[in-house]
Structure formats: structure tokens, C-alpha cells
């Protein structure tokens, strides 16, 4: 069912985008309203809604809808609950042996790597 939905989901957002880049933009028509024979007022009401505005519409309502219902099915860590209630119980754990380890590395110094790089030339033999 997740996997469904979460495929929905994806699928309506998409077209939506496709759908929204297809519509024009309300100033689009500002050039041919000041020539003449103007279809639509910038500002004022601009008559009824096209089959792209009422598609974008529902599948804005569409996308909400799945978006909703993937909050509901999702599934949940494995210790289940809260943000918070995971917290507490991180808060309350002891500490790992890790940083322990980390600490005696640092102690012991490493023995230095041979360089492939050549040691310079002695200064006294050069001018």
C-alpha cells in the first residue's frame, strides 16, 4: 500500500509540474491589452477557469490527498514512538566502547611513513 501510494504521489507531482509549465502567466496578455482587443483584464476578473487551471486544481487536491495518507501508512523505526521518545532513549543509553579505542590510537604515536619524496639537496653545495 506504501508503495503504491508513495508511486501515486510521485507520479500526480509530476504531471502537475508538467501541467503548471503549460499554463501562461497572467501578464502574459498585458502586451495585447493596451493594442486593442484585450480577452482578459490584467487586474480585473479574467472570466472562467480553462481546463489547465481546473486540472492543476485537482491534482493539486490529488497530491494532498496521497501526501496525507503516505503520513498515515508509513512505516515506523523499529523502536516505534516519538521524535522525543527516541531521544530520551538515546539520552539514556551508556556509551559505546568506541571513543575508548579512538583515545589509545591517538596516544601512540605512528611510526613515520618512508617518503617516496627525494630529501632536498644540501644547501652548502648549492649558490
Same mark, same amino acid.
Given at each position: 500500500m506504501y508503495t503504491l501510494?508513495?508511486?501515486?504521489?510521485?507520479a500526480v507531482a509530476l504531471v502537475m509540474v508538467v501541467v503548471i509549465l503549460l499554463q501562461q502567466g497572467r501578464g502574459a496578455e498585458m502586451g495585447s491589452s493596451f493594442g486593442g482587443g484585450a480577452r482578459g483584464s490584467l487586474v480585473g476578473i479574467s472570466g472562467s477557469t480553462n481546463l489547465l487551471s481546473r486540472t492543476t486544481s485537482v491534482l493539486a487536491v490529488v497530491f494532498f490527498a496521497t501526501a496525507l495518507a503516505l503520513g498515515v501508512v508509513s512505516p515506523t523505526p523499529e523502536g516505534g514512538g516519538t521524535l522525543d521518545e527516541l531521544l530520551a532513549e538515546e539520552e539514556l543509553r551508556p556509551p559505546t566502547e568506541e571513543p575508548a579505542a579512538a583515545e589509545e590510537t591517538e596516544?601512540? #604515536?605512528? &611510526?613515520?611513513? @618512508?617518503?617516496?619524496?627525494?630529501?632536498? #639537496?644540501? &644547501?652548502?653545495? @648549492?649558490?
Amino acid at each position: 500500500m506504501y508503495t503504491l501510494l508513495l508511486v501515486v504521489n510521485i507520479a500526480v507531482a509530476l504531471v502537475m509540474v508538467v501541467v503548471i509549465l503549460l499554463q501562461q502567466g497572467r501578464g502574459a496578455e498585458m502586451g495585447s491589452s493596451f493594442g486593442g482587443g484585450a480577452r482578459g483584464s490584467l487586474v480585473g476578473i479574467s472570466g472562467s477557469t480553462n481546463l489547465l487551471s481546473r486540472t492543476t486544481s485537482v491534482l493539486a487536491v490529488v497530491f494532498f490527498a496521497t501526501a496525507l495518507a503516505l503520513g498515515v501508512v508509513s512505516p515506523t523505526p523499529e523502536g516505534g514512538g516519538t521524535l522525543d521518545e527516541l531521544l530520551a532513549e538515546e539520552e539514556l543509553r551508556p556509551p559505546t566502547e568506541e571513543p575508548a579505542a579512538a583515545e589509545e590510537t591517538e596516544e601512540t #604515536p605512528a &611510526a613515520p611513513a @618512508e617518503s617516496e619524496v627525494p630529501a632536498p #639537496p644540501d &644547501a652548502a653545495g @648549492e649558490q
